[in-house]
């Protein structure tokens, strides 16, 4: 009988919940940092967060398939995002997080439900935008984004000779939203960790230091292709001292 009177687990689904997380980042940077922190799990469809008071310090992440929800939760629980372990679990319900976005800007008055619903669609659809990296207003150009940063095209991207292994690292076709904090939350994973440089005038590169070459080479081998957006593969080598 103590099975019945157990409180109910949320059952698997394809929307992860996160809370304790750093009060003080921007909402905007938040939403890009954890999408690149989770989009190594499986397409994002959305990520959520809010700058009321209430929902402070959480997050929502949903998924295309439930199985990516259940590597992100069990392989990101604790992590140390932005200095503060993760805590994350499964969101009762996809709708739950949707009626969560509007019921911020609609406190309690069931009668504007039937108002909103035009506005859910298309909150969702630039929801579905943002989460892959992409402005809204600039959903257009969707094939052109990885190539603006290099004029000469996909050549220079390809370094002429190969520098000598080295702790820094140079990492190349990030999409341009990409932010230093970004780019810190992916390669902190890897210990010996040092900090992340990024050139103002060049979108798209950027350097990564670590202890060592042994650290750098560990970092480079697990994050070489790893996508920030579905069409910005990184490519990293060794920077050239």
Wanted: proline share 8%; aromatic share 10%; net charge positive.
């Amino acid at each position: 009988m103590s099975e019945v009177n157990a409180t109910p687990e949320v059952p698997q689904n394809n929307t992860i919940y996160i809370n304790n997380l750093n009060e003080k980042i921007k909402i905007d940077e938040l939403k890009k940092s954890l999408n690149a922190v989770f989009t190594q799990f499986g397409k994002i469809l959305e990520v959520l967060a809010f700058k009321t008071l209430k929902h402070k310090g959480q997050a929502w992440v949903v998924f295309e398939d439930v199985s990516s929800a259940s590597n992100a939760l069990r392989q990101m629980q604790g992590f140390p995002f932005y200095d503060k372990p993760m805590r994350i679990q499964y969101a009762k319900t996809k709708s739950d997080v949707i009626a969560k976005a509007d019921g911020t800007f609609v406190p309690r008055e069931k009668r504007k439900r039937h108002d909103d619903k035009g506005k859910k669609r298309k909150d969702q659809h630039d929801a579905n935008l943002a989460g892959m990296g992409l402005n809204p207003a600039y959903s257009g150009a969707y094939g052109a984004t990885p190539t603006i940063p290099y004029p000469g095209g996909a050549k220079s991207m390809v370094p002429e000779a190969p520098a000598p292994p080295n702790n820094i690292l140079f990492i190349q076709n990030l999409p341009n939203e990409s932010t230093p904090m970004m780019l810190q939350m992916l390669f902190l994973q890897y210990p010996g960790f040092k900090e992340v440089r990024m050139v103002e005038a060049k979108p798209g590169i950027a350097f990564v230091e670590y202890g060592d070459e042994m650290q750098s080479t560990v970092a480079m081998q697990s994050l070489q292709g790893f996508k920030i957006t579905p069409q910005n593969p990184m490519l990293i080598t060794y920077a050239k001292k």
